[in-house]
């Protein structure tokens, strides 16, 4: 909700400007003998925003403050001059970002409180990167806010356009720094400078080095599939049936069910029962607890 509240308080000051600027003061709105002048606080709007970066930056300033007086974890990020350049780095593109996680997750708690479909979409296991035009398309929106606040700001009164830099600033560049920020040859080239990495990248872990022994040996072997799987390890099927819970039947007809215990009944091997399920059919099986435990009596009979 602080994404939301955040951007209301742009969008108000923002208008407040616009309303300032086209809109004659009154200075006798009420039958007085002393007008009322507008009044803007300066003395406190600073105060807010010195508020609002110590807010943001002491936990940043803290945790290098920590790494600096511990030498040790000091030198685990590279040493004192690449610490602090990470952490300068990381605030830089902590402000780029801001507005942009600002928007995303004021469509995000709009679309939920209205009832609509936030969207989550699944994750990239991949590199993580992507076109620049689709970058551009990703970002269109933010890009249109950015370069329309930035242009009324700017309109409006040139210290309010510097005022507002820096989030428009990031809006306006979403779309290059969306673009930048999932390149793996960007990754690579602050890692090989040192900035932004750390201990177990300079390092890796035992408990890593033994993952990466271990699938290298060939007691890790691949299946073709998780049925095969199930019909030929013993081991992995015990552990499987562990993770489902025994859901008691509430009487409805589970038709995808049906169809796959008629279909483990007829199967002759592994590779006919595959090409007999359907997807659902087949997550009914792999599902249901009854069917599981019937797996080990249908590899023998079949055996």
């Known amino acids: 909700m ?40 300066s003395v406190r709007a600073v105060q807010l925003f010195i508020l609002s970066m110590g807010i943001v930056l002491a936990p940043k300033i803290l945790a290098w403050a920590s790494a600096m007086i511990n030498l040790r974890r000091c030198f685990r ?8 350049l990470s952490v300068l780095t990381e605030v830089l593109l902590s402000a780029l970002y801001a507005p942009i996680m600002m928007m995303a997750q004021t469509r995000i708690v709009w679309e939920v409180i209205t009832g609509g479909d ?25 890009t249109v806010v950015g370069f329309a606040a930035s242009g009324v700001a700017f309109y409006l009164h040139k210290d309010l356009f510097l005022w507002l830099l820096p989030v428009t600033g990031g809006l306006m560049l979403s779309a290059p720094l969306s673009w930048l920020s999932g390149r793996a040859d960007v990754g690579l080239a602050l890692r090989w400078l040192g900035i932004l990495r750390t201990p177990e990248e300079k390092r890796r872990p035992p408990i890593l080095d033994g993952v990466i022994k271990r699938l290298d040996t060939p007691t890790v072997r691949e299946v073709a599939s998780p049925l095969a799987a199930l019909a030929a390890e013993d081991e992995f099927r015990d552990w499987h049936r562990a993770q489902l819970a025994d859901v008691k039947s509430n009487g409805e007809f589970d038709a995808h069910l049906v169809l796959a215990r008629a279909k483990l009944e007829r199967a002759k091997t592994v590779s006919e029962l595959e090409r007999w399920l359907s997807d659902k059919e087949a997550m009914a099986l792999l599902n249901s607890t009854n069917l599981v435990d019937a797996v080990p009596g249908w590899v023998k009979a079949h055996a």
């Open 2 to 41: 602080s994404a939301l509240f955040w951007f209301l308080l742009l969008t108000v000051g923002l208008m407040l400007a616009v309303q300032a600027s086209f809109t004659r003061p009154e200075y006798f709105a009420r039958p007085s003998l002393f007008p009322t002048w507008p009044v803007f606080d």
């Open 77 to 84: 990020y590279g040493g004192p001059i690449l610490l602090t």
């Open 118 to 142: 936030s969207g989550w979409q699944p994750q990239r296991r991949g590199d993580g990167s992507i076109g620049f035009i689709t970058a551009l398309k990703a970002h269109r929106w933010h």
